[in-house]
């Protein structure tokens, strides 16, 4: 028991340590998820009562979860020191007296270091109310990507996303069939790497992409850029009908038909036009390509 409460201590100072850094930065928006286990606190924001939408924030709940794992850890030390008090009044022998003052002496230290990354964690917070409140979940997969271009520039930046284009993206994604994936999160923020915003995406799109994955095929399709920014100015990206997909070796060799890849080449395949780019070519544009992947319109 003390090795487990001794684990607790360390993974939570170590977060305590992460929150005083987050407090040196902008404090995110909470993000709202929906759980699938409730925590019996009201600190959690989610208790499961009957009839009620469970739904709350990392904060709120990793507030509950903290408390109910040092309520948790008090009680078994509580229940350790009975047992080893009844073991030693019951016992006769100086061995078995011996082991249950062991068994005492460890609950009474689980018990001061449950305790202690209580205190810990209160003393380097910068919030006193909630320890976790710079904590979002969202902040883990957020990678920004531009949205709205502007008419001019070799490539454009990136602006924070709308309420409206952040529902927007959800929607697409959650419409995209079992085979085809975005390979990050939303460019919340207006960053232009390491993210892909589907908002916009028309429907072409995804059934042109559909129809590449259900010939012969049968592979992932991975789309590694949407409608964010950071591509050449007036790039069909922009307008919804393109998307880069990641290589693969069996959709390379179904969308070329087996035949060997030429850099900045066209093909044809599931209804449109899909332009091999490898690592940094241009292929007509301004903006070099990052990595080998696919330019598909639709």
Known sequence: MIRIITFLLLVVSATSLLNAERALAQTPQPTNYNLLAPIPLEESGCTGAANTECKTNASAYLVGVFKLTIAL?????VLMIIIGGIKYMSSEAFTEKGNAKGTITNAIWGLLLAIGAWLILYSISPNDKNPFVNFDLSTL????????????????IGVPMTAEQIAADTAVRQSLPFGISAYRGPCIEGQTRNCVNLNGLQPSVINGLVAVRNTPCNCSIVITAGTEGGHTTGSSHYSGIAVDVRSDIRLNSTVAN?????????????????????LGSKCGGEVA???DHWHASF
């Open 73 to 77: 850890a008090g009680v078994l030390a």
């Open 141 to 156: 997969e957020r990678q920004t990507i531009p949205n709205n271009p502007p008419a001019t520039g070799a490539s454009t």
């Open 258 to 278: 087996s035949a060997p890849l030429s850099a900045c080449q066209t093909y044809s395949a599931g209804g449109g036009r899909w332009l091999w780019e490898p």
């Open 289 to 291: 390509s990052t990595n």
